[in-house]
């Protein structure tokens, strides 16, 4: 197949994200991937700014987690987990409940990240009706938040940004704050939280838990917010007996300084919500955990368990990948890179605020935003940037970039440098 026959084959019957169909655009047919380039079909090479949508936190083809796929699937690639078990997720669970906040030691392992909230959310709901308390049943979250595109993950997105009308007669009504209006990098001001201390005051009796992305909302923004919001939620969520979900799956795993976002607040949420980046970039692969006490009171309910339980629940190939991939970021020097990167990012997008079209820049760990005033042109855009070799994915005002933590410096500077120019007016 020629690139012009796979492109109109793809434009006629294949779906891509948050796309019509036909596709409005020509998407770039990718053939091969290294290190932190991407080759194309039509033999030009790019630097990928993206790490493949935030996951891809080593590179592409690394060496290691190729060893690791290799030697996996020529033992066991996959098996039903119901029944059963195996090394492979037994170890991913040991490392992820090492890694994680004290307390957080009962993993629940799934297929995505849109997944493992939809299991938090199930772990609430359950919880409070084992506890004798179905009255609390509903959620607060963020405006400006994004949790995934499945229904109960999507009923906890931003109610406008989420397209909530199109899905309003089926998706469950919960309840929504306004996002902090303090930034990550501003001084705290006094009573900033209070409209949070107010709503959790006035909802708690029906609230069974508070959900967030902690630091930094993703898809819903890119907007970095006060740790101090963090550590009031955890703080109200213990006085009125709420739980507390945490969303770390673009966050986890270094990309915002900090192993998982909520060590900047200093607080433990009683769910964590884990993806992304858990698999470096290589297959899908999520993971929620909780506390004994919460999996203990699931367990002692009416069900007997919990009730939920997919096909590919613990892919001993993706565990056995994830190992890898946590193995090889412990061992690095991943927070030197990541405040590298962080630096440089400042220093080279900063000089965007010069131009009279942008609104902000905005930098935390290994993530640099260039927030417009006005929309971007999104094929424009992107192929200003691939005319420079560089792949971004710009949405609505936002040219943004999340590179893998082995990007060096120079491949930093070609990034940096073909943003600044694509946004220059």
């Known amino acids: 197949m020629n690139q012009q026959e796979l492109l109109d084959f ?6 891509h994200p948050y796309a019509p169909m036909p596709a409005d655009y020509t998407p770039y047919p990718v053939v091969s991937a290294d290190g932190v380039y991407l080759d194309f079909m039509d033999g030009r090479r790019v630097i990928d700014g993206m790490a493949s949508w935030w996951s891809a936190i080593h590179g592409y083809n690394h060496p290691r987690l190729n060893q690791a796929a290799h030697h996996q699937i020529d033992t066991l690639s996959h098996v039903m987990f119901g029944g059963l078990t195996h090394q492979p997720a037994v170890e991913l669970s040991q490392r992820l409940i090492n890694l994680t906040p004290e307390r957080l030691d009962h993993v629940f392992l799934s297929d995505s990240g849109s997944v493992s909230v939809e299991v938090a959310l199930k772990m ?16 607060l979250a963020l405006r400006g938040g994004y949790h995934g595109d499945t229904f109960g993950a999507m009923s906890v997105c931003d109610p406008v940004n989420g397209m909530h009308h199109l899905f309003q007669q089926v998706l469950p009504q919960h309840l929504f704050i306004e996002r902090p209006s303090i930034s990550f990098h501003q001084p705290w001001q006094d009573n900033a939280d ?34 101090q919001y963090l550590k009031t939620l955890r703080e109200q969520c ?20 900090n192993m998982f976002a909520c060590e900047y607040a200093g607080i433990t949420p009683d769910l964590l919500c884990l993806g992304k980046a858990l698999t470096g970039g290589y297959l899908s692969l999520a993971a929620t955990i909780t ?21 590919f629940m613990a892919n001993p190939l993706a565990c056995a990948i ?45 993530i640099g935003v260039i927030e417009m005033k006005q929309p971007l042109e999104v094929p424009t855009i992107q192929a200003k940037l691939v005319a420079q070799g560089v792949w971004c994915r710009p949405f609505g005002k ?12 120079n491949e930093l500077d070609q990034l940096t440098r073909a943003m600044v120019t694509a946004v220059k007016p």
């Open 10 to 15: 793809d434009r006629a019957h294949i779906w």
């Open 124 to 139: 609430a709901m359950q919880y409070w009706q084992a506890k004798q308390q179905p009255e609390k049943n509903r959620f």
């Open 194 to 227: 209070e409209t949070i201390k107010q709503m959790i005051a006035q909802h708690h009796t029906s609230l069974a838990a508070v959900i967030i992305e902690p630091i930094v909302q993703g898809a819903g923004g890119m907007w970095f917010y006060h740790p």
């Open 238 to 257: 213990n006085k009125y007996n709420i739980l507390l979900i945490a969303d770390e799956i673009a966050t986890g795993f270094g990309r915002c300084g």
């Open 291 to 311: 506390r004994k006490d919460i999996a203990e009171t699931m367990s002692n309910s009416e069900a007997g368990c919990f009730m939920h339980g997919p096909t």
């Open 322 to 366: 994830a190992c890898a991939s946590i193995d090889e970021l412990l061992q690095s020097d991943w927070r030197t890179n990541v405040a590298r990167i962080e630096a440089q990012l400042k220093s080279k997008l900063g000089t965007c605020r010069e131009f009279s079209t942008v609104e902000d820049v905005r930098v935390l760990g290994a």
């Open 398 to 409: 936002l040219l943004y970039t999340m590179p893998a933590y082995s990007m060096d410096n």
